[in-house]
T-cell receptor
């Protein structure tokens, strides 16, 4: 298995632009998580899905952020409009079950200028 | 509020110099405690899961232990390739299935 695949690896954009991050989870995993990592706050949960349904989006910072999972093999995290404070590394992770470990992708380094 | 605190923030060791990393947690109910390793530019990589106080797990030079309030990651005779950030995370019994992470300990092992 190729593991969790995220794209792009790096994204540089200007303030106000729309940003879309993509994630392909490991096949057969029922849970998908989006995390954001910064030096100040560490790894923070944004949202997670179970069987393509959003379960907890309380970590989504504000309405500018939205996430979708249209099928079991694909998820997107969209920021519109982007702001400099959104600059961070965004990780996607998947898990096969409720007490199982999370498998992380390599992340997307987002820089908003 | 559920909290996970890791200490120290950074640790520098000489090769062969054993030490321990600490993860203190305050949660309403622990479903599991997880240790991850993160190398620069990569996602966290799973090391261990501990479920109950008194449990221990080992992998090569690493040993993780768990009490009711904290977990330790013991590193015996570390090598430079053990240099990484070590992350602790808890899964809360009544808080869904996501992991709540500490900020990590950055470990540097010098030859």
């Amino acid at each position: 298995d190729a593991g969790v695949i995220q794209s792009p690896r790096h994204e540089v954009t200007e303030m106000g632009q729309e940003v879309t991050l993509r994630c392909k989870p490991i096949s057969g995993h029922d849970y998908l998580f989006w995390y954001r990592q910064t030096m100040m706050r560490g790894l923070e949960l944004l949202i997670y899905f179970n069987n393509n349904v959003p379960i907890d989006d309380s970590g989504m910072p504000e309405d500018r952020f939205s996430a979708k999972m249209p099928n079991a093999s694909f998820s997107t995290l969209k920021i519109q409009p982007s702001e400099p404070r959104d600059s961070a590394v965004y990780f996607c992770a998947s898990s096969p079950g409720t007490r199982e470990k999370l498998f992380f992708g390599s992340g997307t380094q987002l820089s908003v200028l | 509020e559920d909290q996970v605190t890791q200490s120290p923030e950074a640790l520098r060791l000489q090769e062969g110099e054993s030490s321990s990393l600490n993860c203190s947690y305050t949660v309403s109910g622990l479903r599991g405690l997880f240790w991850y390793r993160q190398d620069p530019g990569k996602g966290p990589e799973f090391l261990f899961t501990l479920y109950s106080a008194g449990e221990e797990k080992e992998k090569e030079r690493l040993k993780a232990t768990l009490t009711k309030k904290e977990s330790f990651l013991h590193i015996t005779a570390p090598k430079p390739e053990d240099s990484a950030t070590y992350l602790c995370a808890v899964q809360v019994a009544f808080g869904g299935y996501a992991l709540n992470f500490g900020k990590g300990t950055s470990l540097l092992v010098t030859p």
